[in-house]
């Protein structure tokens, strides 16, 4: 059964019934997993008391921060602090120094350009080497807040993302970037969305569902007190191999 998924929901932290709210919005749309960001800082127990109200709304719940780094020495500094506190970590590219380094650390999860920015990664494609780490992130309201000649830009710039990403093979997540429940979208309407941007919908609804899963079970795995390094745990005083997962 396929498993939906929204890794970027930006609530008002501490309006407690907002959140409720989208929790059960999430739910009645058919998402199964759900990312709230939270600032960088934001103590532990207020993060896992949003986790409770998650699971009683019978909601799969994921922490989420985002970084804003002005040079890629300011990403690696702010990455060593919270990598293992949260489990996705999407970073806001201003700059091609950013969008390189951030595509190249296997501790960024999402690449996030900005469509207010002057940075065009379309423009800086040929700076990318392959492998990249992270996946590219289209945040649906970014399509939808806008209108007029401003909406056509974004699209036409949306669309120039998608098609490097796909040049690039990099992987996609499609996510609503919502900041309130009005603004959710159900993961049918994001993936239809984003295929009129040009990313054909079986790939569209892969974005929504398979390819965000992936990077949130592979984090959780890592962050995993037993975990040692891929295809190792330590369990009861022994360290294990698990032959399966090595590659």
């Given at each position: 059964?396929?498993?939906?998924?929204?890794?970027?929901?930006?609530?008002?932290?501490?309006?407690?019934?907002?959140i409720?709210?989208?929790v059960?919005?999430?739910?009645?749309?058919?998402?199964?997993?759900?990312?709230?960001?939270?600032?960088?800082?934001?103590?532990?127990e207020?993060?896992?008391?949003t986790?409770?109200i998650?699971?009683?709304?019978?909601?799969d719940f994921?922490?989420?921060?985002d970084?804003?780094?002005s040079?890629?020495?300011?990403?690696?500094?702010v990455?060593?602090?919270?990598?293992?506190?949260f489990?996705?970590i999407g970073?806001?590219?201003?700059?091609?120094?950013?969008?390189?380094?951030?595509?190249?650390?296997?501790?960024?999860?999402l690449?996030?350009?900005?469509?207010e920015?002057?940075f065009?990664?379309?423009?800086?494609?040929?700076?990318f080497?392959?492998p990249?780490?992270?996946?590219?992130?289209?945040d649906v309201?970014?399509?939808?807040?806008?209108?007029g000649?401003?909406?056509a830009?974004?699209?036409?710039?949306?669309?120039?993302?998608?098609?490097?990403?796909?040049?690039?093979?990099?992987?996609?997540v499609?996510s609503?970037?919502?900041?309130?429940?009005?603004?959710?979208?159900?993961?049918?309407?994001?993936?239809?969305?984003?295929s009129?941007?040009?990313?054909d919908l079986?790939?569209?609804i892969?974005?929504?569902?398979t390819?965000p899963?992936?990077?949130?079970?592979?984090?959780?795995t890592?962050?995993?007190?037993?975990?040692?390094?891929?295809?190792?745990?330590?369990?009861?005083?022994?360290?294990?191999a698990?032959?399966?997962?090595k590659?």
């Open positions: 059964m396929r498993r939906f998924v929204d890794l970027h929901l930006i609530p008002p932290l501490k309006d407690l019934s907002a409720e709210k989208m059960n919005l999430a739910f009645d749309v058919g998402l199964s997993t759900i990312a709230f960001t939270f600032p960088m800082d934001t103590p532990l207020e993060i896992e008391h986790r409770v998650c699971r009683e709304a019978g909601v994921a922490s989420r921060t970084l804003s780094p040079n890629p020495k300011d990403l690696i500094r990455l060593r602090r919270v990598r293992k506190k489990e996705i970073v806001f590219c201003h700059s091609q120094t950013v969008a390189k380094c951030a595509a190249k650390d296997s501790r960024v999860d690449l996030n350009f900005p469509v920015s002057h065009v990664f379309g423009r800086y494609s040929a700076h080497t392959t990249v780490c992270a996946a590219l992130e289209i309201i970014n399509i939808t807040r806008f209108q000649v401003e909406r830009r974004i699209i036409g710039k949306l669309s120039r993302q998608l098609g490097v990403a796909k040049k690039l093979r990099i992987p996609i499609i609503s970037g919502a900041m309130s429940w009005n603004a959710m979208r159900g993961p049918m309407d994001m993936a239809t969305l984003v009129l941007l040009g990313l079986q790939s569209a892969e974005a929504t569902s390819s899963m992936l990077i949130l079970t592979r984090n959780r890592k962050l995993d007190p037993s975990f040692v390094t891929s295809g190792v745990r330590f369990t009861r005083g022994k360290t294990i698990n032959a399966k997962d590659t």
